[in-house]
């Protein structure tokens, strides 16, 4: 099973709640789920692979470290996982960014696929999917489909906020994908919604109802 890990840092925390407050407007919305995003990606990047690299300092010469390994790729699921992009990159500067849009069939619930762009290397970067909710996990399911499918295999999924239900619908169909949140709330509610959670994250990022 993968590895599922609240990121819980005090600043990640006091964020949230400014998010979370219905008060907070699009302008705040937008700039402290960037803020969020950023320190996430901090914590998730721990694991990236170093190698040692010889330089000159302006002293003598000398062996460091420098990143290794796979590089990075950013997919967000559109519209809501478009708010998180620009604070990972803020640390990832050269990170590739792929798009998965997918539709609900108003009948049916379920998700199709309507828009996939991605990087042409994906097989060997390590992809962050990105979606600010982890609610039923019928979309986090179906974006991650949509790269196995292309061929991707190293994938972490990166949420502020998921539901218990989301958490285990995401870990059954992909289990070797690693979930990171900044918060597990506590469930979801007779129409879908995260509660607590912080209402409809597209909608409030975008100023749309
Ligand atoms: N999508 C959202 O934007 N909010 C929720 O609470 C659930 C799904």
């Given at each position: 099973m993968g590895k599922f890990q609240v990121i819980d840092h005090p600043l990640i925390q006091h964020k949230l709640t400014i998010i979370r407050?219905?008060?907070?407007g699009t302008k705040v919305f937008r700039e402290v789920v960037d803020e969020i995003a950023m320190l996430m990606a901090y914590e998730i990047s721990r694991d990236l692979p170093v190698e040692e690299v010889e330089i000159e300092t302006p002293m003598m010469k000398s062996v460091q470290k420098q990143l290794a390994g796979k590089k990075v790729a950013i997919i967000p699921i559109l519209r809501a996982g478009l708010g998180m992009v620009d604070g990972i990159l803020q640390l990832i500067p050269a990170a590739k960014v792929g798009h998965v849009g997918l539709y609900r069939?108003?009948?049916?619930l379920e998700p199709h696929e309507y828009f996939v762009k991605l990087p042409d290397d994906i097989t060997s970067r390590q992809l962050l999917v990105v979606d600010p909710m982890l609610a039923t996990g019928g979309s986090a399911v179906m974006a991650i489909d949509a790269l196995k499918k292309r061929g991707a295999s190293n994938i972490k999924f990166v949420c502020l906020v998921a539901a218990p239900e989301g958490v285990k619908v995401l870990q059954e169909a992909h289990p070797d994908v690693d979930i990171y949140t900044a918060a597990l709330d506590d469930r979801l509610n007779e129409n879908g919604y995260i509660v607590?959670?912080?209402?409809?994250a597209g909608d409030r990022l975008f100023g749309t109802k």
């Open positions: 407050d219905k008060n907070s069939d108003e009948e049916t607590p959670g912080l209402g409809d």
